[in-house]
């Protein structure tokens, strides 16, 4: 009698595992400028804004203007160290390498590929933001035990954005179209998002954007996991943060399904 063949799984853990697997093996080739890149603009504007305005400006929300940015930054390097591989790095490879191609020729499908590839960036999203928060202890700051919850928040926001540059990768033409997408999206998203300055004073209609902003969320949630932790107020920041990275990762399937799947 033959044995009942075992059914896959949606997600299957093995072929997830193999393209994770292959970034870690290709990262370990290049890690140098990207781990360079991720960690040292952050904490250049960390000490722009830190030492520049920190010099004008002494309190801002009740918290030193040190502790206000050292916290911000920390949104802003995952936004950067996620969104900008899941574009950049999604559309070589299928427009140029043909290397999506090569892998689903492997028993392997779209929902995992890009699963494993945006799970892979926001891991590494994830351990860059917290590189802000080692240079903010050296500007006095000290944070509270919840802490520990900011490459979590780091790691959520990742998926969220990562998937969101996979998307977009999806859909343009050519690479010069990621030109608009970073004028009119990414620089709006971290300037409205309550890193650098609160979003309390902005025009009416401006605070109502920067209000569904996921960013705004990551970065509440950071700052009161560092210095004050709100169990109310941060559960909902958590749980717009879980519903975007939702929404972009299978908007991100559905995309690059499009494009890789005749």
Known sequence: MSRPRQRLRRLE???????LFRELTVFRRYWRPTTFSSLVEPVIYLLAFGYGFGALVSKVGGLSYKQYVATGVVST??????????????????????????????????????????????????????????????????PQGSVVLVPLVGFV??????????????????????N????????????????YFPVSGLPAGVRAVAHVNPLY????????????????????????????????????IWRLGKRLID
């Open 13 to 19: 853990p093995a072929a997830m595992g193999a393209v």
């Open 77 to 142: 390097a995952v936004l950067f160290s996620s969104i900008f591989p899941g574009m950049f790095n999604t559309f070589v490879r299928y427009r140029f390498q043909r290397t999506y191609d090569a892998m689903l020729a492997a028993p392997l499908d779209v929902e995992e590929l890009v699963t494993a590839e945006v799970t892979w960036i926001s891991l590494r999203a994830g351990v860059f933001g917290c590189a802000p928060l080692l240079v903010a202890l050296a500007f006095g700051v000290r």
């Open 217 to 252: 969320h990551t970065v509440q949630l950071v700052r009161d996991s560092v210095l004050h932790f709100h169990a109310g107020p941060d559960a909902i920041h958590a749980l717009v943060l879980l519903a975007f990275a939702v929404v972009m990762w299978r908007l991100a």
């Open 157 to 178: 926001t990742g998926f969220g954005f990562a998937s969101f540059g996979v998307t977009i990768a999806g859909i343009a033409k050519g690479i010069d179209n990621f």
């Open 180 to 195: 608009y997408v970073t004028s009119a999206v990414i620089t709006p998203l971290f300037l409205i998002a309550g890193a």
